[in-house]
Structure formats: structure tokens, C-alpha cells
């Protein structure tokens, strides 16, 4: 028999965890018996320790298998189950045009998403924008929309991985998102439990990611690839760059919006294309869709301007009880803050660098975030029409749309952007979106 505190004692002081020991914290933390400051001091002690492979190879198992394991097979879906699961970032609206993308080339996304972390936005408060939608379905639901829609990005429901779920939230407010083992183990617990054939992973480094530094970056994707490849789950993953937010919009309607005008042609981004294509690629790749990246890359092109993925969208969004008309008229059902008020440039010149975290921060401050686990979010707010690194602007031209619910929010949401962009003389050097790859062979 363990005592809770002893095994926090023991990781504290840096000794390894045996399999035996963290199953059984585990347990108890799936069935309560685990408190919530005990729970916060284990994730301390590993943030502080770390932990080996085998330790964050059987964390993850431990949180995989605390609840349901789907599987597929009687599904016959005829395509291989894939997924996504990007690090957090700024604007990474990703999500909501990749899953559609894949499904539209033969794939099968039921992707499970999570809520906003400190800084970054939650794919899952994104899709809870839409009015009606059924971001938690039942089991039943949830094969069903992957059946028929090809497609599924819903949040954690309570019988996956439990275990993870309470820790998730737990880390949030403690100032441990950021441990690697915690990173790896909740990412993969997630993942397995969904049952899949095949996972991408979108690591973010810069100055609005987890890992701000390339080394940080690597260190997280090869230890998420190496654990993967102990539980049996082919996993590739891409270094991507978050020196900026990745869309224009950042907040949640604004995202989900932006989602929306990509995938039915209103407006494409190129940094956010080419993620998409990118990833997407790699998914194909992973679960044997496509020879080579190239004819991945050429699928997802072809998915997206073609309206498939739009189309695999829509579907999805009315099985799981969205409105039938939102890509026609996403005005009408997204909702909408009463203030938006431009930030103005202060002088001409090119934007050389964005504080891409302090930029997360002011949509957390506008109500877009949370500061709590129990926070409620106002999904109306945000930031619109931002301006990326390298463009050009003038003096009065607005850097960006602060959406508020209230002037003296606005107000200072918009003073506090205009410091987080720096405008300069010299235009800055371009910096790719994809920065590297990592591949099993390589860990």
C-alpha cells in the first residue's frame, strides 16, 4: 500500500517512480481520493524532476486506461483514425480547417480538443461559439458524426482519461503547463484513448509558445514521438513558429470566423494555409494515404479550394447541433461583442516583432481566457485584423480591431497591443512557418 505523500516526496527529491507506484497514483486521482493541493504537488515535483521515459510512458498508460478506450474497428470506417494536437499558440485556429481537410481526403478525425491554457487559446472554446453546438456528445454521438462527417473535434468527455482531465485543469492554475512529462503524457493520454492509427503533432516555439526557445521546442516533440512510439502510436511532429499569432483573429467567435472565411474562400491567410497544408500532409503520411508529402501537401491544397472540406464542416457542425446555415451566414450565428474600437499605428514603418504571449494575455484580460480552472470565458471578445511581422503600415492605420464588452476594457486592451507590437524603419527578415521536422527515426 502507497501513501499519496510519499510518492510526492519521493519525486520531489528527484528518485524515479516505479510503474507500480505511479499506476496507483493514478487511480486514486481518477476516483478523488487524491486531494486537489496533493495533486498540485505532484505536478510541482515533476515540473521541478522531470521524469525519465519509462516514468512518462507510464503516466501516460496509467491516464489512458483510468477510463474508456474507444475503439473503431466495428465502426468499419474504411480509412485509417488520425489526428492533430497542436501545443497552443495565438490565432491557432488550425483545427477547425485541418480536421475537415483530412476527412475530405479520406481520413478519420474524431479529434479530442481541449480548453484555453494560460495564454493560448482552446480549440474547444473556439467551437463553443456556435450556437447549439454539442462540444461533450455521448459515445453514440461521437461515432456517428465520425461516420458520417469524417470528421469530430469535441472536448474531453468525462469517461476519457479522466485522469488527465482533473490534472489538466489543475496545472493550469498552478505554473506547470510547461513541464514536458506533463505535456507528454496529457497530449498522449488524450490521444490513445481516442483510439488511433496515426497522430501529427504541431510543436510551437517563439515568443507565444510553451517552448519559446528551438531547443525547448525539439526536446518536447522528441519526447512526445519517443512515448508515442512506446504505447504503439505512430507519431510524427513538426516545429512551428508562434514569434506571432498564427491568424489575424485571436479570441474565440473571432477564430471561429476566421475558420470559417478559409475554409469557404472569403479570405486565406498564407501562414495559416500552409500549416494546414503542411500538417495535413504529414497526416495523410502517417496513416498511409499518400506516398510522399508532396501528394499529401497537393490532397489538402486540392480539399480546401475545392469546398470539401467546407462541405465535411458543415456536416459536422449539424450532427453535432450546430446551425444547418452557419458557413452561409456565420454573422447570423456567432456572437458578437458590442465594443470594437482600431489601434492605432503610433508611426510608419514595418512591424519587426510582436509579443506574441502578451498578446494571449490581453484576450485573457478582455474575458477571453481563463485565470481560473472554474472561469466562465465571454466568447465574443478578441482581437481581429491584426497585422503579421514584415508588414508595412502607417502612421493612424490600424494595427488591429480590439472587440470588448465594455469601452474602458477596450481601452486598455488597446493600449497594452499597441505596446505589444514594435514598429521599426528596417523590415524585418521573413520567418518560415514550419521551422522542422521530427520523425520517429530521429529520437
Not at 45 to 70: D, I, N, P
Not at 279 to 302: F, P, Q, S, T, Y
Not at 381 to 401: F, S
Request: contains cysteine; proline residues 5%; glycine residues 10%.
Amino acid at each position: 500500500m502507497f501513501l499519496p505523500q510519499e510518492i510526492i516526496r519521493k519525486k520531489r527529491d528527484g528518485l524515479a517512480l516505479d510503474e507500480q507506484e505511479i499506476e496507483w497514483f493514478v487511480a486514486l486521482l481518477t476516483d478523488g481520493r487524491i486531494t486537489e493541493g496533493q495533486a498540485a504537488a505532484f505536478a510541482m515535483a515533476v515540473f521541478l524532476r522531470g521524469m525519465t521515459t519509462a516514468e512518462c510512458a507510464a503516466l501516460t498508460r496509467a491516464k489512458t486506461y483510468s477510463g474508456q478506450v474507444l475503439d473503431w474497428s466495428g465502426e468499419f470506417l474504411g480509412g485509417p483514425v488520425l489526428d492533430k494536437h497542436s501545443t497552443g499558440g495565438i490565432g491557432d485556429n488550425v483545427s477547425l480547417v485541418l480536421a475537415p481537410a483530412v476527412a475530405a481526403c479520406g481520413g478519420f478525425v474524431p479529434m479530442i480538443s481541449g480548453r484555453g491554457l494560460g495564454h493560448t487559446g482552446g480549440t474547444l472554446d473556439k467551437l463553443e461559439a456556435i450556437p447549439g453546438y454539442c462540444a461533450t456528445p455521448d459515445a453514440a454521438l461521437l461515432a456517428r458524426t465520425v461516420r458520417h462527417a469524417g470528421c469530430a473535434i469535441i472536448g474531453q468527455t468525462a469517461q476519457l482519461a479522466p485522469a488527465d482531465r482533473r490534472l489538466y485543469a489543475i496545472r493550469d492554475v498552478t505554473a506547470t503547463v510547461e513541464s514536458i512529462p506533463l505535456i507528454t503524457a496529457s497530449i498522449l493520454s488524450k490521444k490513445m484513448a481516442a483510439g488511433l492509427n496515426g497522430l501529427v503533432m504541431d510543436v510551437k516555439t517563439g515568443s507565444g509558445a510553451f517552448m519559446p526557445t528551438l531547443s525547448e521546442a525539439r526536446r518536447l516533440a522528441q519526447s512526445i514521438v519517443q512515448v508515442a512510439q512506446h504505447g504503439g502510436l505512430p507519431t510524427h511532429a513538426l516545429i512551428t513558429d508562434m514569434d506571432q499569432p498564427l491568424a489575424s483573429a485571436a479570441g474565440n467567435a473571432v477564430e471561429t470566423a476566421h475558420a470559417i472565411s478559409h475554409l469557404t474562400g472569403v479570405k486565406r491567410e498564407p501562414r495559416l494555409h500552409e500549416i494546414v497544408v503542411a500538417l495535413g500532409a504529414e497526416m495523410l503520411l502517417v496513416g498511409g494515404l499518400v506516398g510522399n508529402r508532396a501528394e499529401g501537401r497537393a490532397k489538402i491544397d486540392e480539399a480546401i479550394h475545392s469546398g470539401a472540406a467546407a462541405e465535411r464542416f458543415a456536416r459536422m457542425v449539424v450532427e453535432l447541433g450546430g446551425p444547418a446555415n452557419l458557413l452561409e451566414r456565420p454573422s447570423t450565428h456567432l456572437p458578437r461583442a458590442p465594443i470594437t474600437v482600431p489601434v492605432p499605428a503610433r508611426q510608419e514603418g514595418f512591424v519587426s516583432r510582436m509579443a506574441t504571449r502578451d498578446i494571449g494575455l490581453i484576450v485573457v484580460e478582455l474575458g477571453g481566457g481563463r485565470r481560473r480552472a472554474e472561469d466562465q470565458i465571454d466568447p465574443t471578445v478578441g482581437l481581429t485584423a491584426m497585422v503579421g511581422v514584415g508588414q508595412q503600415v502607417m502612421r493612424g492605420e490600424p494595427l488591429a480591431y480590439v472587440h470588448a464588452a465594455d469601452h474602458d476594457s477596450a481601452a486598455r486592451a488597446a493600449g497594452l497591443l499597441s505596446q505589444a507590437i514594435e514598429i521599426t524603419a528596417a523590415k524585418p527578415a521573413k520567418i518560415p512557418v514550419v521551422i522542422t521536422r521530427v520523425d520517429p527515426s530521429e529520437v
